[in-house]
């Protein structure tokens, strides 16, 4: 795993310490380079190694491109409200997996394709279940609502597989 170290960052009761910038040697990010914390970096590459690519092999007979996310660091609270505990994404330590896309161009995505019963659907469901083995929180739309349309993957401290 090729990555490049993240200057360090703190304000308004977040941060952005032990950080880094994946560039190469496992499935590509989409936007690319989030600054994501050490952990979360391993743990998404051991997700892309052992769930990820052998997954895309086997349910939908090629290779990923791409991990199409919806963020990794934001200063805020869970949920975006106005009090409570910050979100682990106020620490780099997380990260919203909206969908996947295929080396033909295939795209998958978790909002309104994680339920059905054809190949997109197992091999969501199987990222998500790949997942629980790398991350420590990882909560999809079987969990709420809020997580409808993506995986929210992280390295912090509650352990919980939805």
């Known amino acids: 795993v090729r990555f490049v170290e993240s200057p360090p960052g703190e304000g308004g009761g ?31 590459a051991l997700w892309d190694r052992q769930t990820l690519r052998p997954a895309a092999r086997e349910v939908l007979g090629e290779p990923l491109a791409r991990v199409d996310h919806m963020g990794t660091y934001a200063c805020r609270n869970m949920y975006g409200r106005a009090g409570g505990p910050r979100s682990q994404h106020a620490f780099a330590n997380a990260l919203d997996v909206g969908g996947f896309t295929t080396a033909s161009g295939r795209k998958l995505r978790v909002l309104n394709q994680f339920g059905v019963q054809d190949d997109r659907g197992v091999f969501l469901r199987r990222a998500r279940d790949g997942a629980c083995k790398a991350f420590h929180m990882v909560l999809s739309p079987d969990y709420n609502a809020a997580h409808k349309d993506h995986l929210h993957l992280d390295s912090g401290f509650y352990r919980r597989c939805d």
């Open 14 to 44: 977040c941060s952005e310490l032990d950080g880094v910038r994946l560039t190469g040697g496992m499935t590509l990010l989409s936007p690319a380079r989030p600054v994501m914390t050490c952990r979360q970096a391993l743990a998404y």
